[in-house]
């Protein structure tokens, strides 16, 4: 299907106008409205003493379920199937503005009416290109009198595909004057602690001042590239990008006497103990950036 037969389609569709669905599976009731309360936090005992719904459950009563009785189509759905079929299926909703034009009353059952109302696109977005669709639904009493109305817009949208293998790692790290020298260390799979160039102190993270005599003149001395977990975490949330979740970030501590932040790699992370031996050993994470990372010591 191309643009212009979905904007026909869409045409098609607002044409129809209203189209009726079936009425609620249940009429207004007070379970429904003591559970819709309790998972809001909604403590206002107004609803259940006089025997109305929170406006804000209109769409509740008539919502299809997991496995729908109702076999009326709404005028929206054959868009959204065609969308689905030429590859936009994914879907975010955008806006949703609701009209209250009465309470709800226990024991009334309420009927949709679905009209169909806009097709944009197709539109570049940060999801991915898609459609912008839109639909309105008016609640119904028995005496066809309007409950409730809503206007609903969804995106449908082609997902862009998943990361490649190939792309960078995205975490890069801060590369400047101060720590130059410990990123080219790690390419040449040397652990490089900053020391101070005039009294010998060491410091890590690595900085433009001896904390002791406060000299700015600095070199380096190599580590040997071993430590033990001083601290530790388990990572588990939220997600890192390009990273598998759980991973342990420890504080490790060098027998040259600085600590260092770094992963435990090579080892379950139930398995890490405080006081853990570790070694250094040098991970590609793409085509240019190396971390150092730890492992343990003993298999
Ligand atoms: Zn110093």
């Known amino acids: 299907m191309t643009d212009e037969e979905l ?3 869409a045409a098609k569709q607002a ?3 209203e189209v009726r669905g079936a009425p609620g599976a249940d009429p207004v009731n007070a379970p429904m409205i003591r559970h819709w309360l309790d998972a809001m936090g909604d403590s206002n005992p107004v609803y259940l003493e006089r025997g109305v719904a ?3 459950m209109a769409q509740v009563w008539t919502m299809p379920g997991v496995r729908p009785r109702d ?3 709404s005028p929206a759905d054959d868009l959204m199937a065609a969308l689905d079929g030429q590859g936009y299926t994914g879907v975010v909703a955008t806006n949703c503005e609701q009209v209250y034009h009465r309470y709800a009353r226990l024991g009334e059952r309420l009927t949709p009416a679905t009209r169909f109302s806009g097709l944009a696109g197709p539109k570049r977005t940060a999801l991915g290109e898609g459609y912008f669709v839109t639909w309105n639904v008016t609640w119904y009493d028995e005496a066809d009198e309007p409950v409730a109305e809503m206007m609903f817009r969804v995106l449908k949208f082609r ?3 998943a990361r490649r293998q190939a792309e ?6 801060a590369v400047n004057a ?3 020298f410990f990123w080219e260390g790690v390419r040449q799979g040397e652990l490089r602690i900053q020391s101070c160039a005039d009294c010998g102190e060491l410091r890590h993270p690595p900085g433009p001042v001896c904390p002791v005599c406060r000299s700015t003149n600095r070199t380096h001395v190599v580590a040997r590239g071993e430590g033990t977990v001083f601290s530790y975490v388990v990572h588990h949330h939220p997600p890192v990008p390009g ?10 501590e060098l027998p040259e006497g600085v600590r260092i932040v770094g992963n435990v790699v090579d080892c379950p992370p139930e398995a890490v103990r405080i006081g853990m031996p570790l070694r250094a050993t040098y991970r590609a994470m793409d085509d240019e950036l190396i971390l150092p990372m730890w492992a343990p010591r003993e298999p």
């Not at 960078?168 to 790290?173: A, E, G, M, S, V």
Request: proline share 24%; charged share 25%; net charge positive.
């Open 7 to 9: 904007r026909e389609l």
């Open 54 to 56: 929170p406006p804000a």
């Open 243 to 252: 990273r598998e979740t759980p991973f342990v970030v420890a504080v490790v």
């Open 15 to 17: 044409a129809l106008g």
């Open 71 to 73: 076999k009326v189509r």
């Open 178 to 180: 101060d720590t130059a």
């Open 159 to 161: 997902p862009v595909p």
């Open 168 to 173: 960078p790692y995205p975490l890069r790290p």
